[in-house]
């Protein structure tokens, strides 16, 4: 996983990018145009606004390459109450929530609110997307097949979301958790594998095929 995150400060908050995380799905540059601006150098002036809006902004990066810190005493970024996974057509899937991402020792590597992880297996950055299915031309819908959720809905939606990474295969989801496509959103507690070699025919979730299609995720 590397990292490049630059610093950003005003007298009221530090913001953090990370190169690597961000896919450009601008949701910065369109919320507060007068802090992220990519014509201006730098391109994050967190002191162009007010620490609380830029905080708001911040935590709607769905990918976690923006972060911050409050440095006048302001809130710290709520954990969502909510567990999210988001299906992004012909691209990752957002997660969203209380999430503790595990290796395959159970040991947590990274607890994050917001992270795009990839799923067409081609990223240099993996478990986060680095927009390589763009390159891959991989293609993925935002439909699953509810069946497989169903026996387990739940009205519960928060609470520690358990994400771990299995070395050259699917990462698995424990806990509450909502799965978003563009026609449904099924609340479940089903402990689910999820695709990330792009070769599952059976999107999002994982079907196997990862071993056919060899799949080296190098993490
Ligand atoms: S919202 Fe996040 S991922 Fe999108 S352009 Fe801004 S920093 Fe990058
Ligand atoms: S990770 Fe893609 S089929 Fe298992």
């Not at 610093?7 to 369109?30: G, R």
């Not at 014509?39 to 911050?68: N, R, Y």
């Given at each position: 996983?590397?990292?490049?995150?630059?610093?950003?400060?005003?007298?009221?908050?530090?913001?953090?990018?990370?190169?690597?995380?961000?896919?450009?799905?601008?949701?910065?540059?369109?919320?507060?145009?007068?802090?992220?601006?990519?014509?201006?150098?730098?391109?994050?002036?967190?002191?162009?606004?007010?620490?609380?809006?830029?905080?708001?902004?911040?935590?709607k990066?769905?990918?976690?390459?923006?972060q911050?810190?409050?440095?006048?005493?302001?809130?710290?970024?709520?954990?969502?109450?909510r567990?999210?996974?988001?299906?992004?057509?012909?691209?990752?899937?957002?997660?969203?929530?209380?999430?503790?991402?595990?290796?395959?020792?159970?040991?947590?590597?990274?607890?994050?609110?917001?992270?795009?992880?990839?799923?067409?297996g081609?990223?240099?950055?993996?478990?986060?997307?680095?927009?390589?299915?763009?390159?891959a031309?991989?293609?993925?819908?935002?439909?699953?097949?509810?069946?497989?959720?169903?026996?387990?809905?739940?009205?519960?939606?928060?609470?520690?979301?358990?994400?771990?990474?299995?070395?050259?295969?699917?990462?698995?989801?424990?806990?509450n958790?909502?799965?978003?496509?563009?026609?449904?959103?099924?609340?479940?507690q089903?402990?689910?594998?999820?695709?990330?070699?792009?070769?599952?025919?059976?999107?999002?979730?994982c079907?196997?095929?990862?071993?056919?299609?060899?799949?080296?995720?190098?993490?």
């Amino acid at each position: 996983m590397p990292e490049k995150i630059y610093t950003y400060e005003s007298d009221e908050i530090e913001v953090t990018w990370d190169k690597f995380k961000c896919i450009h799905a601008k949701e910065c540059v369109h919320g507060l145009p007068g802090v992220f601006n990519i014509d201006e150098k730098p391109w994050i002036q967190p002191g162009k606004s007010a620490a609380d809006k830029v905080a708001k902004v911040i935590t709607k990066c769905p990918t976690g390459a923006l972060q911050f810190k409050r440095k006048d005493g302001g809130e710290k970024e709520p954990i969502p109450r909510r567990n999210d996974l988001t299906l992004v057509e012909d691209g990752p899937v957002y997660l969203k929530g209380n999430l503790n991402i595990k290796n395959l020792d159970g040991e947590v590597i990274a607890e994050e609110t917001r992270a795009a992880f990839c799923r067409c297996g081609k990223s240099t950055n993996k478990p986060y997307c680095d927009n390589s299915h763009i390159k891959a031309e991989f293609k993925a819908g935002t439909e699953y097949n509810p069946e497989r959720l169903l026996l387990e809905e739940t009205d519960e939606s928060g609470g520690e979301l358990s994400v771990t990474i299995f070395p050259n295969a699917p990462f698995v989801v424990e806990g509450n958790y909502t799965l978003n496509g563009s026609d449904q959103a099924i609340s479940t507690q089903k402990k689910m594998s999820f695709c990330r070699c792009g070769a599952s025919s059976n999107k999002p979730f994982c079907d196997g095929s990862h071993k056919e299609a060899e799949f080296r995720s190098e993490e």
